[in-house]
T-cell receptor
Framework: DSGVTQTPKHLITATGQRVTLRCSPR?????VYWYQQSLDQGLQFLIQ???????AKGNILERFSAQQFPDLHSELNLSSLELGDSALYFC????????????????FGAGTRLSVL | AQKITQTQPGMFVQEKEAVTLDCTYD???????LFWYKQPSSGEMIFLIY??????QNATEGRYSLNFQKARKSANLVISASQLGDSAMYFC?????????????FGRGTSLIVHP
């Protein structure tokens, strides 16, 4: 068990809808990262937050947004969902700010499997 | 260009034998970090091992070791004494400090099957 908790484990919804994925980082970790894993794109980095502030941005669509709350949990909001958004969404956390070094090793949650029908 | 290349889509190994999973990377940074993760069929991503670009010794974690060859830009994962539970997808990843963003990049993965 990595200590990172993601809910829900599975989500089935329809095109055009909006969903929220939730992540609780490991105790003491200040950085939260979101990833999307699909068969055709592989594992893609979406966005990182550190202690409530956006730290780095990857291939995140404008329809997607995220935030990190004062208690350090994070939410990823996906709106106007399309069939192609069906994927496994991971949250990861690390102790550091997100640079290099062992303290920035990312520990992943079990993921949320999103199916858009 | 691909930053992380894993050329072996699938590998087979007999239980108790050693196996090497290949990973080459592309960066112009002097400072970077290399990671390996395991993803079993249940889906979670499990951290295995980390190597910093300035680390002189190859990283080891139990049965896992990272064969780091900086000049060749390779960071191969060696699993000794394979076990049936090692059957999974294995991902190589890199973080580099270009522009200070440290955005992680993952390879496409290698599927490892350990048979008795």
């Amino acid at each position: 068990d990595s200590g990172v908790t993601q809910t829900p484990k599975h989500l089935i919804t329809a095109t055009g809808q909006r969903v929220t994925l939730r992540c609780s980082p490991r105790s003491g970790d200040l950085s939260v990262y979101w990833y999307q894993q699909s068969l055709d794109q592989g594992l893609q980095f979406l966005i990182q937050y550190y202690n409530g502030e956006e730290r780095a941005k990857g291939n995140i669509l404008e329809r997607f947004s995220a935030q990190q709350f004062p208690d350090l949990h994070s939410e990823l909001n996906l709106s106007s969902l399309e069939l192609g958004d069906s994927a496994l969404y991971f949250c990861a956390s690390s102790a550091g700010t997100g640079g290099l070094g062992a303290k920035n090793i990312q520990y992943f949650g079990a993921g949320t499997r999103l199916s858009v029908l | 260009a691909q930053k992380i290349t894993q050329t072996q889509p699938g590998m087979f190994v007999q239980e108790k034998e050693a196996v090497t999973l290949d990973c080459t990377y592309d960066t112009s940074d002097q400072s970077y970090g290399l990671f390996w993760y395991k993803q079993p069929s249940s889906g979670e991503m499990i951290f295995l091992i980390y190597q910093g670009s300035y680390d002189e010794q190859n990283a080891t974690e139990g049965r896992y070791s990272l064969n780091f060859q900086k000049a060749r830009k390779s960071a191969n994962l060696v699993i000794s004494a394979s076990q049936l539970g090692d059957s999974a997808m294995y991902f190589c990843a890199m973080r580099e400090g270009a522009g200070g963003s440290y955005i992680p990049t993952f390879g496409r993965g290698t599927s490892l099957i350990v048979h008795p």
